[in-house]
């Protein structure tokens, strides 16, 4: 499929559940067009990696995802030798008799024994074309890997010092997410084309769910989005993304709710809220208080 203008790529989105505004669309199409690695940051929640996930899926390629975390190097991003097998085959060997060992040590390191992980398999030809490569949560790693990191993306490369270098004959297609937790790098952030994901007005939110809950009554899918929207202007630890939002509506009809209520509300807050001190603020008469906020809001729309 190919993508031609910024209408393209939301139409493209679109066909995957994904609704987004012309902002997002034009900075995604640019990635795909320059071929450069697209920066998403934003609250958790706010639909960043499900933007690689709908590309991908669009575009029939295999998307490959490197969750970052704490401590993460580089040796776990790109590779490791399957040192169970090397041992099996020493053991091998050995029993035997008679084993050269250059020979045993060339044949021990080849790519029979090799595990890919995320960065090196995004180098490798695919099937359907480059590979989407999700390099999620970014900001839980530290400097050093960033520093690595920027290396690999700028040439698409990586090295195995027992192999040599190994080149992505294409480009994959990078989005980097970033929830930040803390500041990235602005060397990093320099090679791509970045975009804050903010979280959707009323109208996109409403958008939103037609798509990925289409079964829902209008009447209980406003109610939904006003309710949320409201709820993220109060004094929360983590406000409610776009996921919260669709989970809850998705519980909801499985209960066969057909409206709001203060009792349904604190039935089901679980879905919506995932920290005990934000959930107890809102039993008693604080979530009928939202509730009328959010119906006086429609009514007033």
Same mark, same amino acid.
């Given at each position: 499929?190919?993508?031609?203008?910024? /209408?393209? @790529?939301?139409?493209?989105?679109?066909?995957?559940?994904?609704?987004?505004? +012309?902002?997002?669309?034009?900075?995604?199409?640019?990635?795909?067009?320059?071929?450069?690695?697209?920066?998403?940051?934003?609250?958790?929640?706010?639909?960043?990696?499900?933007?690689?996930?709908?590309?991908?899926?669009?575009?029939?390629?295999?998307?490959?995802?490197?969750?970052?975390?704490?401590?993460?190097?580089?040796?776990?991003?790109?590779?490791?030798?399957?040192?169970?097998?090397? @041992?099996? =085959?020493?053991?091998?060997?050995? $029993?035997?008799?008679?084993?050269?060992?250059?020979?045993?040590?060339? /044949?021990?390191?080849?790519?029979?024994?090799?595990?890919?992980?995320? #960065?090196?398999?995004?180098?490798?030809?695919?099937?359907?074309?480059?590979?989407?490569?999700?390099?999620?949560?970014?900001?839980? !790693?530290?400097?050093?890997?960033?520093?690595? #990191?920027?290396? $690999? #993306?700028?040439?698409?490369? %990586?090295?195995?010092?027992?192999?040599?270098?190994?080149? =992505?004959?294409?480009?994959?297609?990078?989005?980097?997410?970033?929830?930040? !937790?803390?500041?990235?790098?602005?060397?990093?952030?320099?090679?791509?084309? &970045?975009?804050?994901?903010? &979280?959707?007005?009323?109208?996109? /939110?409403?958008?939103?769910?037609?798509? +990925?809950?289409?079964?829902?009554?209008?009447?209980? !899918?406003?109610?939904?989005?006003?309710?949320?929207?409201?709820? +993220?202007?109060?004094?929360?630890?983590?406000?409610?993304?776009?996921?919260?939002?669709?989970?809850?509506?998705?519980?909801?009809?499985?209960?066969?709710?057909?409206?709001?209520?203060?009792? %349904?509300?604190?039935?089901?807050?679980?879905?919506?809220?995932?920290?005990?001190?934000?959930?107890?603020?809102?039993?008693?008469? /604080? =979530?009928?208080?939202?509730?009328?906020?959010?119906?006086?809001?429609?009514?007033?729309?």
């Amino acid at each position: 499929m190919t993508i031609d203008s910024i /209408e393209d @790529m939301q139409n493209l989105l679109a066909g995957q559940g994904y609704v987004c505004g +012309r902002a997002l669309a034009t900075v995604g199409f640019l990635s795909l067009k320059l071929g450069r690695p697209l920066f998403l940051e934003g609250e958790a929640g706010t639909g960043k990696t499900e933007i690689a996930k709908a590309i991908a899926a669009a575009l029939g390629r295999r998307l490959i995802r490197l969750q970052c975390y704490e401590g993460l190097d580089a040796a776990s991003a790109v590779y490791e030798w399957n040192f169970a097998e090397q @041992m099996i =085959a020493i053991r091998t060997a050995e $029993a035997a008799g008679g084993a050269d060992r250059d020979l045993l040590r060339a /044949e021990l390191f080849t790519e029979d024994y090799l595990i890919e992980r995320p #960065l090196l398999q995004a180098m490798r030809p695919q099937p359907g074309g480059a590979p989407v490569l999700l390099i999620d949560e970014i900001d839980r !790693t530290d400097e050093p890997f960033e520093a690595f #990191l920027l290396e $690999a #993306l700028s040439d698409f490369q %990586v090295t195995i010092p027992e192999l040599g270098t190994i080149k =992505a004959p294409e480009p994959p297609i990078v989005i980097l997410t970033s929830n930040r !937790t803390r500041e990235v790098h602005d060397a990093l952030k320099r090679r791509c084309l &970045y975009h804050w994901v903010d &979280y959707p007005t009323f109208d996109r /939110e409403m958008e939103i769910l037609h798509a +990925r809950v289409p079964e829902a009554a209008e009447a209980l !899918t406003r109610e939904v989005v006003a309710f949320v929207q409201r709820l +993220r202007g109060e004094d929360l630890f983590k406000r409610p993304g776009v996921a919260e939002t669709i989970d809850w509506a998705k519980c909801l009809l499985a209960l066969d709710v057909v409206a709001l209520s203060p009792e %349904v509300i604190a039935d089901t807050l679980g879905a919506v809220l995932k920290y005990q001190d934000d959930i107890q603020r809102l039993q008693g008469t /604080e =979530a009928q208080r939202i509730l009328d906020e959010a119906r006086a809001g429609l009514e007033g729309a």
